[in-house]
């Protein structure tokens, strides 16, 4: 279920730049996070191509998981983005855009902690638009029937995030981990660095696909015997004189800040590539095994059915009950009145959120002329009653409202899905863009009929006092 919070927005107040070296690609890099308008959400500008092409932080952008989440679009990628977006997550930021002179954000340590750290010197503040959240009210899977890793999401009270992995080594084990709440990312996950097996890291040295990385930035489990052959290809990647393997089974120069510090990595991972999802989340995610590829196949997933509620997003509303405003209360509110008053009923009122119904019957007088033999409500009229159902919004807010006129300011996105005939009964749902100020009221409005989205659009409405 989609709905909106009483919490604001949020962004940075300032700009802030981090640089380092990116771990694949071996380029320094210099990464800015620029604050952003509401609802932008969180989008890379690569600002080293001509034009400075943005791309959205989004699922369906994914074309590649081998070695870290990589975003594709028109020609355009972006590698390894999941350790940036989970700091953006973890600090609850959900407007910002991040520049990068390069296609890979630096991989710093290998963790979160410094975009965390960065993003907290240029200060997080509200914006003037309530926060989204999807509310997870059924068990939704996604299994990855080749390596056997699942991701499941059940209802919770929050967004949660339990992580387990088994590599089916001795040397790392079976390992757990737990986020209870976003406000302990910080403490508990940021700083997990990302980690490799030693066989993996020479098939990435033989292609060299891991120009950046040093023992610094990267967990290194010696699952296999360390030739010398081995070390003397790593002596000269990580530039150093001796490397050595200590007795937990890790490579030298580098002391675990958890005994778990793989399982929390993965939740790591987990967050920043459920935030290509696009929306907040509120539900607990369980993940087996995790990966990049099933994190964004579970996170397209996730997107998918988002996409589907928006556009069949239903009020759950029963017709038979007794409603919060009559016709009779609705008259003493907006000055509309027969045969253009074309709201019957208010089934809920909220300071950012309204719900209400027309029954559209053959007395209506348009249908006399739209049409003759094909009867239609209009579509302006429509819209009309949305921006009335909107009116009960804005004038709930004064003390008087009596004494107050709305009056249209702007109509934007105005999209028509189903026509509707008499005997349809519509539900309008209008909730709140921006807090409203100075009497103005900015809105996204819904109208459905028979089960169906029959019309959408953007109003903007100003509420004047009659002099």
Known sequence: ????????????????????????????????????????????????????????????????????????????????????????????IDNVIIELNASEPPIMDGSSKFFVEALETAEIIEQDAFREVFIVKDVISYTDEETGSEITIIPSEEYQVTTMVDFGTKVLGTQNATLQKLSNFKSDISNSR?????????????????????????????????????????????????????????????????????ARHKLLDV??????????????????????????????????????????????????QTPVMDVNAIMDMLPHRPPFLLLDKVFELSPNHVIGSKNVTMNESFFKGHFPGAPVMPGVLIVEAMAQTGGILVLNTVPDPENYLTFFMKIDKVKFKQKVVPGDTLIFSCSLITPIRRGICHMQGYAYANGKLCAEAELMAQISKVK
């Open 1 to 92: 279920m989609i709905t909106k919070t009483q919490s604001k927005q949020t962004t940075i107040a300032a700009s802030v730049s981090l640089t380092g070296v990116g771990l694949h690609t071996g380029e320094n890099v210099v990464l800015n996070f620029i604050p952003s308008a509401p609802n932008t959400g969180y989008a890379f500008k690569r600002v080293d191509l001509e034009g400075e092409p943005l791309i959205k932080a989004d699922a369906n952008l994914v074309t590649n998981t081998q070695r870290g989440t990589c975003l594709e679009k028109n020609g355009v990628s972006i590698q390894t983005c999941e350790h940036v977006l989970a700091a953006l997550v973890g600090l609850e």
């Open 194 to 262: 990302t980690f490799s097996f030693l066989h993996e890291l020479e098939m990435l040295l033989e292609h060299g696909l891991i120009k950046g990385g040093d023992l610094n930035n990267a967990i290194v489990y010696v699952d296999k015997p360390l030739s010398e052959e081995t070390m003397a290809k790593l002596k000269v990647a990580f530039n150093k004189d001796s490397i050595s393997v200590k007795p937990n089974g890790i490579l030298d120069n580098l002391t675990l800040h958890y005994p778990n510090e793989a």
């Open 271 to 320: 967050i920043g590539d459920l935030a290509l999802i696009g929306i907040r989340i509120q539900g607990k995610v369980i993940a087996n095994k995790p990966g990049h590829f099933v994190n964004t196949q579970f996170a397209k997933k996730m997107a998918k059915i988002i996409k589907n509620e928006r556009r069949n997003n239903v009020p759950n509303v029963d017709l038979n």
